[in-house]
């Protein structure tokens, strides 16, 4: 073992002592009966173990020769560097959403399906650990000044946390007639906390500085925020142009977001929602051809959100597509495909071709996140393996994201290149995905450098940039909380583009290479195929 190696694993050890629940969806051994330790001394303990290793692997010389340990050494660096600075000036603890997405993400965890069969003692470990969790997370936050919205999100996921606890369990095939005790104590300490959350008026925004740094250390950006601003203003006007335009060519007498709207009804019926979801998916790994090598050797089953997850998975990060734990990923992945509710014709609409096309079954299914986790799992960075893993709040480590969300946005257009998949209203709606991802970058970096409110924010994504008026809400209170994760999607998309223009390799063996090196900052990716392609030319 080289000395990044052992870092490594001292590192992974840490992350998986203070954040358990990561552990569970990484699959990390021996931390799955208890929930992340906090409080004062907890917080205090943490830094103190991250500034130690910290000054350890910056005081060292050492330069690593391959691809693998070079992304190894820059990303364990900086999660120490960003996990440091957040507990040092915004703690995850002074977060009231922290502790109901921990406690209901705790019990998930254990719950979804994988190869190794339900730890049913597990569950009850942790279903016992909640009550102490919320009363010590409510003693930090009693002091504080919380942000409104916060204080709402967490209200909400209590309630659905609540729901799983009383209802939900209960319906699970692995439930056991003892977890019904610790579950009724565990709802009753998470009405209580909800209840006793004082929403205030702090700003919660990071400021530029945070920003900066983020984009800095986390995603390895080398420009600032003002200057990512201007590239995504510059690129909302430009697609804001092109959509108008573009529908023009379609039909004259209608917007595009008539057109759009138009597509709803493009809808299979009800019956045959799980078939066109299946279909579509194998349809884009067949157009796939030629283009990029999909993860067809690991199978992707499309199936119903189980009867036990219904009421608890509106308000909670509960995710469609989540790739099993990179430590034993068994052969496959289960999508969830949500059922219809009172409203068939609303969840109908919901369930349009063209979105299950460029959403379910390629952003998220075939060669979107699909394939890029199932290629994660055999990179030589062992942090690249782990880091885009999808936990409780977002995924792991964030300086996977820009590869993780900037390849999945990237592959929905990837598809364009192959003749007749989309239809040309369906390049509308992909033409309008590209305009929201450049209006949430522009909105992420305005709001964290104190240039709008939320509500200015909840305007713009509501007046100019046409977001349902249902979701705004949550994707603003959510931007709010994470500063630098909204960004990543629209900058993340324009490396990759970039550097396949400069590069000029052949369309499979371009995007086989950038997917072989994991979830790593794609800035540092490119900076590894361009060392790869000046070897080949020596």
Not at 141 to 166: I, S
Not at 250 to 273: C, I
Not at 323 to 347: L, Q, V
Not at 363 to 369: A, Q
Request: some cysteine; aromatic content about 10%.
């Amino acid at each position: 073992m080289s000395q990044t190696d052992g870092w490594v694993e001292r590192y992974l050890a840490l992350h998986a002592r203070f954040r358990p629940v990561d552990a569970s969806f990484m699959g990390l051994p021996g931390y799955s009966d208890g929930l992340p330790p906090v409080g004062a001394a907890a917080l205090e303990q943490e830094k103190t173990e991250l500034e130690a290793l910290l000054q350890e692997v910056e005081g060292s010389k050492q330069e690593p020769d391959t691809a693998g340990e070079r992304l190894d050494l820059w990303l364990l660096r900086a999660q120490l560097r960003v996990t440091l600075r957040e507990a040092q000036q915004r703690p995850r603890q002074h977060n009231p959403a922290f502790y109901t997405g921990e406690a209901a993400f705790g019990i998930i965890s254990l719950l979804l399906p994988n190869e190794r069969p339900t730890n049913t003692d597990t569950v009850a470990a942790r279903l016992k650990a909640i009550p102490e969790f919320l009363a010590t997370g409510l003693k930090t936050l009693e002091a504080l000044n919380l942000p409104a919205d916060w204080v709402g999100r967490a209200q909400k996921e209590a309630e659905a946390l609540e729901a799983l606890l009383l209802r939900g369990l209960s319906k699970h095939p692995d439930y056991q007639a003892e977890w019904q005790a610790p579950a009724a104590h565990a709802a009753a300490a998470v009405q209580a906390f909800a209840a006793a959350l004082k929403a205030g008026d702090a700003d919660p925004a990071c400021g530029r500085d945070h920003l900066e740094f983020l984009m800095r250390e986390a995603h390895a950006l080398p420009f600032s925020a003002a200057e990512a601003e201007g590239r995504a203003q510059a690129a909302f006007e430009t697609l804001g142009a092109e959509l108008a335009k573009m529908a023009r060519q379609l039909d004259p007498a209608k917007s595009w977001q008539q057109q759009l709207t138009d597509l709803e009804q493009q809808h299979p019926a009800l019956a045959d929602v799980q078939r066109t979801y299946q279909d579509w998916n194998a349809r884009a790994l067949a157009a796939a051809e030629g283009l990029v090598t999909p993860a067809r050797e690991y199978g992707l089953s499309y199936e119903f959100l189980p009867e036990w997850a219904w009421e608890a998975a509106g308000a909670l990060y509960f995710l469609f597509y989540r790739s099993p734990p990179a430590e034993h990923p068994g052969d496959g992945s289960r999508y969830w495909i949500f059922p219809p509710g009172a409203d068939t014709a609303a969840y109908l609409r919901g369930q349009n071709i063209p979105f299950i096309k460029a959403v379910h079954a390629v952003h998220h299914g075939s060669i979107g996140h699909h394939t890029q986790n199932a290629r994660a799992r055999r990179a030589a960075s062992r942090l690249a393996q782990l880091g885009g893993t999808d936990c409780a709040s977002g995924i792991a480590f964030l300086s996977a994201g820009t590869l993780v969300e900037g390849w999945a946005c990237y592959a929905e257009d990837l598809l364009l290149e192959t003749p007749g998949f989309y239809t040309p209203q369906e390049e509308l709606l992909l033409k309008q995905f590209e305009f929201r991802n450049a209006a949430c970058c522009l909105a992420d970096i305005r709001l964290h450098t104190g240039q709008w409110t939320l509500e200015q924010m909840r305007a713009f994504y509501r007046d100019e940039v046409g977001f349902a008026p249902g979701r705004v809400w949550a994707e603003t209170t959510r931007n709010s909380i994470y500063p630098a994760t909204r960004l990543m999607y629209w900058l993340g998309t324009q490396v990759i583009k970039e550097l396949r223009a400069e590069l000029g390799l052949a369309p499979q063996e371009f995007h086989d290479q950038l997917l072989s090196y994991g979830c790593a900052p794609i800035t540092l990716i490119a900076q590894e195929l361009r060392r790869l392609k000046a070897i080949g030319a020596a």
